[in-house]
């Protein structure tokens, strides 16, 4: 390449010799793309287990303290993997038990080789997005990230949300503004020519304003409306559920129309030379309600059903797999586990499963495989399977769903799902996976990193009876998942 030649890398001060432009940028992004970057390994991999970053955590040099034998130190990932778990003991250093369930976590493909490969570490799916790049720089620049994301969450018009993004950003066009761009020299509000025109200015500190917030509600002792900053002032006013004005409509809707009102009418004022509007609260009093009504509330009031949630039967000749995954508030430990049933609700085998830290995702996924290779080895043809994570059921049914993280799970169930005859993917309620929601919580007790039980464990046995005998729950769901 013509920038990795030996003439750069031998040179003393390589940043002294000539180069593009394009290739300037490139290496001061070469921090933040270093900082992103995480390897996926496999049971061959031959990275260092100390300086390569493999984990969630990054290399594992940086979390531990005290010295390494120079061993140690060359030591592949390859050589501490076992068939089943981790060789801690050639490692010949006590790994913190945070950093040992950051490792066990690793999704590892359990049927297959494959090769060593980058993922993006600042996006779930390994795939590389500005955002999370944009984060990472910005950890490097220590300056503060952006917090108001929440905006966009916010229950508005489009329009509106991103005119409080750039009110937000300090990059709508009042004069302090265009001044700091060196557009305008004069600062002064147009409107009142007293102060100079800052964004909140034009919005609620102008005098031709007051009376505006005073008709909406907002009374002269609302200290904190009158003086937060403007970051401040957009968080509170959209989130606030009071209603403030007569007609009723929740201020957290009335709030934005008025910003964007007042906001038209002042450049109706700056570039128009139209008068100020008479009727600008009656305005945008409407346009709230309306918002109201033809959108907010229709969305809010979706039809709700009562409905008789239980296990149920598979049918003649099938077995059914429940599988959950679990995750401590307390630690961040992950576990998985399920049951396999037959056509009269007996039970045929359960497992509970340590995994390490990670999230509840992954944790869903690794249950599935490892209820998945127990079907496979008890030789089951005909099978149905039942999780009560939707996002994971979407996913096992759409073939085109791609996650670098996880890619090795998703390998693995993909080659099992090969070898039944027969194999259904189905949604249940919470109420209906209880005992594998049961099975998955007992992994954070666990002293092994698998259990099988060929018989209904203490603690879940009067949930698999309540099953067996077909208990029914309620449970209002939307109509739309009425029949999920």
Known sequence: MKYCNHRRSASTNANSLPCSSIWTAMKKGMGTFNKGCRWLVT??????????????????????????????????????????????????????????????????STLGGGSDKLAWAGSPNGSFDVKS??????????????????????????????????????????????????????????????????????????????????????????????????????????????????????????????????WKSRNDIVFSRNGCHQNLVVDIVNQAMEYLHCVAVPRMQGRRVL???????????????????????????????????????????????????????AAELWGLREGLKLCCNMNIHCLVVEMDAKAIVDVLRNANYNSNIISPILDDY???????????????????????????RMSFRLTADFLIYDSPPVDILDVFEGDLNGMYFNRICPELCSEA
């Open 307 to 361: 409905r008789r949630i239980r296990w149920e039967r598979p049918v003649q000749g099938w077995k059914k797999l429940n599988t959950d995954g679990a995750c401590s508030e307390i630690n961040g430990l992950a576990g998985c586990g399920g049951v396999v049933r037959n056509d009269d609700g007996q039970w045929i085998v359960g497992f509970s499963k340590r995994i390490g830290i990670t999230n509840s995702f």
């Open 133 to 262: 790049a944009y984060g990472f720089a910005m950890e490097d620049a220590n300056e503060i990230v952006f917090s108001a994301s929440w905006i966009w969450k916010a229950d508005l018009l489009p329009k509106v949300k991103m005119f409080l993004w750039l009110c937000a950003h300090n990059s709508i066009g009042v004069k302090v503004c265009l001044g700091r761009r060196g557009v305008v020299q004069d600062e002064v509000c147009p409107v009142c020519c007293n102060g100079a025109e800052t964004i909140l200015h034009p919005l609620r500190d102008c005098s031709h304003l007051k009376h505006i917030w005073n008709q909406l509600g907002v009374t002269a002792s609302n200290y904190d409306f009158w003086h937060a900053n403007l970051v401040d002032w957009l968080s509170l006013n959209i989130r606030k559920n009071e209603e403030l004005h007569v007609t009723g409509a929740p201020w957290k809707i009335v709030f934005p129309f008025a910003l964007w009102s007042i």
């Open 43 to 108: 049971k061959n991999s031959t990275l260092n287990i100390w300086h390569n970053n493999w984990t969630n955590g990054g290399p594992l040099r940086k979390l531990i303290q005290g010295p390494i034998s120079q061993e140690a130190n060359l030591l592949e990932i390859k050589d501490i993997m076992l068939d089943v778990g981790w060789d801690w003991e050639k490692t010949t250093f006590e790994l913190p038990d945070e950093v040992k369930g950051l490792i066990c976590a690793i999704p590892l």
């Open 414 to 440: 993909r080659q099992l799902l090969s070898r039944f005859h027969q194999v259904i993917i189905n949604h249940c309620f919470r109420q209906a996976n209880q005992c594998a929601d049961g099975l998955a």
